[in-house]
């Protein structure tokens, strides 16, 4: 009986000790990483949990709509608004189309536009959708626009160049898409542009910093995670576009990752998370470098979540991590800042 509880004992007294000797190297890797997220002032979301939303930025106001939830009814289309300044959730406008999961965003001369994306509705292009709506935040409305010219799909990526808009990739359920579409907001009309040279993807993330789009990631349609990155000169081509691929992060710790989160700020841009990944990497375009920072503290990692960057701070949440459903924590990111383990 003694030798047992005193075997017992030891175990124990073994497994805790590596236990805390994981907990500190854990600690003490973060801490040699910059950039800080936390929790501490920063309200939940303002609507219900959920996953696979859209997001955008106007002015001093983050916005986070659509998704699915977890409630009876689970695709929704309701907004809210995030005002940085007084830290407060509003709830603005419904989206005029069918609520949707997967759909995708951008925001041109002051105004946002989402569309395409999930609906469920299956016995109507099998619950892909082709709409297009801008929202106009003076007015507090949205109105139809013209058709994406690239048909129904989901998990599709948009950015905005050179005071043009463009939207490509994704899936609709019969294959992968690799072709983009510029969107003309004065004459409410789409044109086919170069096709994206990295192949055929969905859940890819793209970013603008300096002028210069950049799209890349995903999960290509051989079901691999990539991590390669391509920027497009809305010029090239004869005004077409051309794509160039950029030398990818030989960083072991850097991994292929898909629906994914990109941040800019201050001219930098933050890869955060993925399915099932909580590492952030932050991409410098004028020397085409990779630096691994402090990775999102949530645990099973974040994918399909929402984010927007105002100021200097970078804001992420909702999305699912590994096993979970929706979610609708919210959190700031200082990439300036040392870790912090008490504000979260």
Do not use: H
């Not at 002032?41 to 983050?62: D, L, Y």
């Not at 994406?148 to 948009?158: D, I, K, V, W």
């Not at 579409?181 to 004459?187: A, C, F, G, I």
Request: aromatic letters at 16%; hydrophobic letters at 35%; charged letters at 20%.
């Amino acid at each position: 009986m003694f030798n047992t509880l005193k075997k017992t004992s030891l175990a124990l007294l073994v497994a805790s000790t590596a236990f805390v000797q994981f907990s500190c190297n854990k600690d003490d890797a973060e801490a040699d990483k910059l950039g800080n997220w936390y929790r501490t002032g920063i309200p939940n979301f303002g609507g219900s949990a959920r996953t696979r939303a859209v997001s955008f930025v106007i002015g001093n106001k983050g916005y986070i709509g659509t998704g699915l939830t977890n409630e009876t009814a689970p695709r929704v289309k309701d907004f809210w608004s995030y005002d940085a300044t007084t830290k407060i959730w509003s709830q603005v406008a419904p989206f005029e189309g069918s609520g949707r999961n997967d759909a995708t965003a951008f925001v041109m001369n002051g105004k946002a536009y989402v569309g395409t994306g999930f609906d469920g509705v299956t016995t109507v292009d099998g619950g892909y959708k082709k709409d297009f709506y801008q929202y106009d935040p003076a007015t507090n409305k949205w109105t139809k626009k013209a058709d994406f010219l690239g048909g129904t799909r989901q998990y599709a990526t948009s950015f905005v160049t050179d005071n043009r808009a463009y939207v490509g990739l994704g899936y609709n359920g019969s294959g992968f898409y690799q072709d983009f579409y510029e969107y003309n907001d004065k004459t409410d009309k789409w044109s086919e542009v170069a096709t994206f040279t990295g192949g055929k993807r969905r859940g890819a993330l793209s970013f603008t910093v300096g002028g210069k789009a950049y799209v890349g990631f995903g999960l290509n349609n051989a079901g691999t995670e990539v991590k390669d990155l391509y920027s497009f000169d809305p010029a090239g081509n004869s005004g077409s576009g051309a794509w160039s691929r950029l030398d990818a992060n030989t960083d072991d710790a850097f991994t292929g990752r898909s629906f994914a989160t990109a941040l800019v700020i201050n001219e930098k841009a933050y890869v955060v998370g993925g399915a099932g990944k909580s590492d952030t990497w932050e991409y410098t375009p004028g020397t085409n470098t990779w630096t691994q920072v402090t990775g999102f503290e949530a645990s099973g990692g974040r994918g399909y979540a929402a984010g927007f960057s105002i100021g200097n701070l970078g804001y992420f949440g909702t999305g699912s991590s590994t096993g979970s459903n929706g979610l609708d924590d919210f959190w700031a990111f200082d990439p300036t800042a040392t870790v912090n383990a008490d504000d979260n």
